[in-house]
Structures are given as C-alpha cells and as structure tokens.
C-alpha cells in the first residue's frame, strides 16, 4: 500500500460502483481507505461479522479514527443478537445507500469478504416471501422424532442434497421457508432471480495472495489486535448460542485460553489456524464466483 489505481474512467461512466473482495487480512478495508480518500467514496461495508456490535478488534472493523477520516456506513450498527439479519435486509439497505452517494456526488465502494452477500447484490435473489423465523422445537413440533436434516429430506429433497447435514443454520432457514410458505426452499430458488443494481457500472478488485503471505499477514494483524486489547474485549464478551458473533472465526480459542482450558500457545495456534482456513474457504469461493475487473496481487 498504496496501490496506484487509475480510476478516472469508470468515475465518468453512468452510476459508478466499486466493489472490492477477498479473503479475511487480505487488505480490502486499507485499499477501500485509499480510493474513498481519492475520490470521494463511502465504504459500504460487505462482512456479514462486522455489521455487529460487540467484537469490533477481533471482526476487523476500521478504526474509529478511519471513520472520522471517510464515511464508513453498516459497520457496528446492528445489536449482537439472535436471530441476526437476513442478506436481504443488507441488500435493502446497500440499495438505498448506493442511491444516495449518486444523488450527492459520492463514489459508493462496497467491501468485504461474505461472498454470497457480493454474489446476491449484483446476480440478485429470488422472490422469497416473508419467512417466520422459528426455533428447532418449533418445526419439529409434529415430528418428535426426527432430526431436523430428516425433516429436510422429507419435505424438501432437493435442498437437502445441497445442504451438508451438519449446516444446521442453513438447514433451519429451509425449514422456516417451508413452514412459512408450504412451498420447498428449493421452488424460491429456482425463480428468476430480482436485480438490484443493474443500472450500475460495476468495477470489481479482488485482493489476491499466496498462502504465506496471506498467513503472515493474519499473524500479524492477530499481534496488532491483542496490543490493541483483543483479549479485554473478549474477556467481556458473552458467549450465546444463538447470537451472530458467537459463531466468529477463534473466539472459541480465546475464550478457552480465558478460562484456563488451554494454554495461550496452543488458543493463538488455534486462532491462526482457524482463521486460515477460513481464508482458505473465502478465496474458493471468490476463484468460482467472484470475476474481477482488476486483480491486485499482495506482496
């Protein structure tokens, strides 16, 4: 960093939008940093974690300092609670936000690194109706005996053989799909498809690093948060079920080094691995679904 980046081109197309992915430490928030300095922008955050409140060291989120300097906007704004936001409600709200930098002057940059949150603002989602949200005892109310991923194969084979049957977040939504609406997750999905940001010229980077670097630069951010006072903000974070961020990649590891469970090489060793794999995950996803404009290839 920084990156020289010629922009001027995509600014004088119609509705500009850059869009920036990659995986976790790959340096999209510091390169979204540097384009809304140098044109104008409002960052658009795209992490699924970091539109919670609770855990801002450990998710990554920019810094308070960074916000005063750019207009950072879904960071930090929704309440750690179950059941958590839909990805439609993020679309509904990017919508609205990209608008409004239009009308007002402003290049929107939409960063982060949930895919599918990137994938669905610019593919589009099917029709879905509202859908109850319903707790596991809910569903299985006339079913007693089964579990929830046999109750999947019954009422909807198709989604069952694409859900794994340890994904029990995906496989409670199907089932909240069918009980709300007494058609198959699976019928929703095969309906055309509502676009959101057609209109838009779309300019999308992706960050790319070998496996060392992006390793060395988790390692290095890990160091930076734990000075910054990673392990206060866990120690009073409370671990719930349900809650979005209690499913964050290694607050498990520290949590168990907090309580004496392991010792603190073996919780940071789990944290980095953890991490990795995530990263891992994300840059699979991207090389499948995520075609770039420009690639930036980390040092």
Known sequence: MPYHLNLEAVLEMPCPLICIAGSTASGKSALAFQIAQQYNGVIINADSQQMYQGLPLLTAQPSLK????????????????????????WIDDVVILVHRCHTSGYLPIVVGGTGFYLYALEEGLSPFPA?????PSEL??????????ERLIQVDPVSAKRIPKEDKQRILRALCVYSSTQAPLSYWQEMPKIKFLSHCFWHKIYMHGEKSVIQHRIQTRFKQACFQGLCDEISKFSLTP??????SIGIKSLKSWQNDERSWQDAKTSFLTETWHYAKRQRT???RYFTADHIITLE
């Not at 349900?242 to 499913?247: E, G, H, I, N």
């Open 66 to 89: 960074e916000r005063k300097e750019v207009s950072h906007t879904l960071y930090d704004c929704v309440p750690n609670e179950a059941p958590g936001r839909h990805v439609m409600e």
């Open 131 to 135: 859908v109850k949200r319903m707790t």
């Open 285 to 287: 996803w991207f090389k």
């Open 140 to 149: 299985l109310e006339h079913s007693t005996d089964q579990s929830l991923y």
């Open 242 to 247: 349900a809650s979005p961020l209690s499913r």
